[in-house]
């Protein structure tokens, strides 16, 4: 993989944990050669994976659109920053750039990016891998949620087993590099 795009929270969340493993993701990924991909701002957990891979070495691209590089501080350090008009056009140009996607904990923004990326893996519209770092069992609740999806029958075990979750990233990288999108069916019923 050459690039991965990185989801995260734009604050810094409530145990320096979530900071800790932001910056060292950051750093990881310089020492395995991937580059960043990542919304380009400065602040929270956005702010320490493009810090801990620049301080490493590593190449960090930014894509914030205009009406948030203010807010959301452009980091004047990455490798390139990339302006656009939208949200989604940020989403897209993200999503084209990288290889994978990797979740570290986040808010709802960052939700909302790992679950379109989700969903598009399902409608087979990429066939990109998708891990998601479980920091200190930050996302337990959401995967219980996931398995009650699935047992619900509005999720199928094999669409909710294409997310790869590890609490390591050493762990995690590996699963990824191998990953190969399965052949899908259909992920509806006629009910
Ligand atoms: P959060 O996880 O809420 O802290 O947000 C993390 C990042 O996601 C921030 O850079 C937000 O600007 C970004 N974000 C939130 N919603 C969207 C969206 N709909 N499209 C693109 N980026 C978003």
Redesign the pocket.
């Known amino acids: 993989m050459k690039r991965i795009c990185v989801y995260c929270?734009?604050?810094a969340g409530s145990s320096p944990a979530y900071l800790e493993a932001a910056k060292n993701c950051g750093a990881a990924l310089a020492a395995h050669g991937i580059g960043v991909v990542y919304?380009g701002?400065n602040i929270?957990l956005?702010g320490a994976v493009a810090d801990g891979a620049l301080a490493a070495g590593g190449d960090v691209i930014g894509v914030i659109p205009h009406h948030?590089a203010d807010k959301?501080l452009a980091h004047e350090g990455a490798s390139q920053m990339i302006r656009v008009d939208t949200?989604h056009e940020?989403?897209h140009r993200m999503a084209e750039l990288c290889d994978g996607f990797l979740i570290l904990p986040?808010?709802?923004?960052?939700l909302?990016?790992m679950f379109e990326v989700f969903t598009w893996l399902q409608l087979g519209l990429h066939h990109k891998p998708i891990g998601l770092l479980n920091v200190a069992a930050f996302y337990d609740p959401l995967l219980t949620f996931l398995d009650s999806m699935v047992a619900a029958a509005f999720l199928r075990r094999e669409h909710r087993d294409m997310l790869l979750v590890e609490t390591e990233l050493e762990a995690l990288l590996p699963r990824m590099t191998s990953f190969e999108a399965p052949v899908l069916g259909k992920w509806w019923d006629k009910g």
């Not at 986040?106 to 960052?110: L, N, S, W």
């Open positions: 929270g734009a604050n919304g701002g929270g956005m948030l959301e949200m940020r989403k986040g808010g709802i923004g960052t909302e990016e």
